[in-house]
């Protein structure tokens, strides 16, 4: 089964090029990271700004840890990318290897603007008087080419660059791309054709850090992101923009889907980053958001390279600042997303200096996913595998599970008048039910109906009613009294069927709407 108008790159229409830089050579980088880099455009990364970029390279700069940037390929031969140190990587649409050794000789096909400008965020070359900085500006950069000159490509190409990657020896997979089929069916099929191969990078300890889409408030069938981000066990990444005229005011990107299982947003409006052949020029999307969050977690990386991708995902939102009000409120997330505001942002802002001083002084850290890529929901027809992964030592992990009802805004009807308003009667999220799970191992614990009920039942609790609607099991792991991760997940109660999915029949084609400003040097 192959989707090939449903997968693209999660982008906006960029603005015109900052600049064609004909003019100029890129000198040999000899950076002091604790200095600001030289680069002509480094004042323009409100981005780098805003995550506290130049407190992290306090501490680490990525050096000699491998990303692979699985995309439209990259430009190696753009001046802020030709001095970046590259390892091999492989050409899915051509089906040709991309030797490091030979770059210079790399097709002009594999030079597309997206992957390049992905690359640019990521792995920029500091200090060189030309251009831009990257946020993990020593890593190593693996070209991964899954999609073709029209940004449109195939799952399968996905899941084979994914393990590709993990399998060569890459410790951060980007992917700034997504799609979800057309309906439940093929969210099924996503689930058991690509999770697997998320499953392999997990085994390699590859972080895998996705773009959560560009669809805004996501009210479709699922409420949960594109794929791959879909898959629990990828960091997921949203966007956040820099306000007009302010140099410290941020807002939610307006396109940025608001899901539930985000975990961090990243800078996504306004990019500078770098373009083929010798350009720049500012994107927005989660697309340009993502590789924020793949340079952080390199970053991390570098400095304990035993971190786990569950253990880099718990530093990040460890290190997360709370959005502001000014965030939007998307309250009908209130139910499952419990890391954050409700606005879609999961733990909140990235901020790269504190997650990768919470990682450098070794801090206790928790992470729960679930163990495999379905839906996640709990029925009577079977229960659900938490992964929990901490870096304590001699860890006991104590569940807590927390049953709450969904919040729901009813509309009030006048029979004799015949007509109804929302909002005049409100059943805000009620807690019902509150209990430790038996047993304290980490690792994976399988959690059913029957052994919530049991632990509902030890602690002299109610067990899940049955009701119209579903619930929703709030699992709360801590490790100590100061470390606590939380997940959320639907739970059907015996009686009660699922909501009825309703198939989105209008995804196809690029994530892309016009976003066009002028911007001056």
Partial sequence: MLFRSSLSPIELANSRALATAESGTARPSTWNPGQKPNDIYFDNLWGLKAIDAEGAWKKATGKNVVVAVIDTGLDASHPDLRGASYVNGYDFVEGLPLYAAYKDDWPESISIPHGTHVAGTIGAVANNGYGITGVAPNVKLMPIRVLNENGSGYFTDIAAGIEWAANKGAKVANLSLGGVGAGPSDYQWLAENLGPSIGVAAS????????????????????????????????????????????????????????????VTAPGEEVLSTLSPRGYAHWAGTSMATPHVSGVVALMKSINGALTPGQLRAYLKMGAIDTPDSFDDYEAWSDYNQEGPDDGSGAGMLNAAASVNAAAAKRVVVDVATADPRTPQITDAGGYAL?????????????????????????????????????????????????????TSCGTRSVTLESLNAAFADAGQDPIPGNDGSLSAVFTVRVGAASAASLPIPVFPPDTSAPEVVADSTVGGPYSVDYIRTVEA
């Fill in 204 to 263: 390699k300890g590859m972080a895998v850090v996705a773009a959560s889409g560009n669809d805004e408030f996501n009210e479709s069938w699922s409420p949960y992101t594109t794929w791959p981000a879909a898959d629990p066990r990828v960091i997921r990444v949203a966007a956040f923009g820099l306000d007009a005229e302010t140099t410290d005011s941020y807002h939610q990107a307006w396109f940025s889907t608001a899901a539930a299982n985000v975990t």
């Fill in 387 to 439: 992964a929990i992964s901490t870096n304590a030592a001699n860890a006991k992990c104590v569940i807590t599970a927390s049953l709450y009802t969904t919040p729901v805004e009813a509309v009030y009807y006048f029979p004799p008048l015949g007509w109804g308003f929302p909002g005049s009667l409100d059943y805000p999220r009620e807690l019902l039910s509150e209990a430790p799970l038996s047993g």
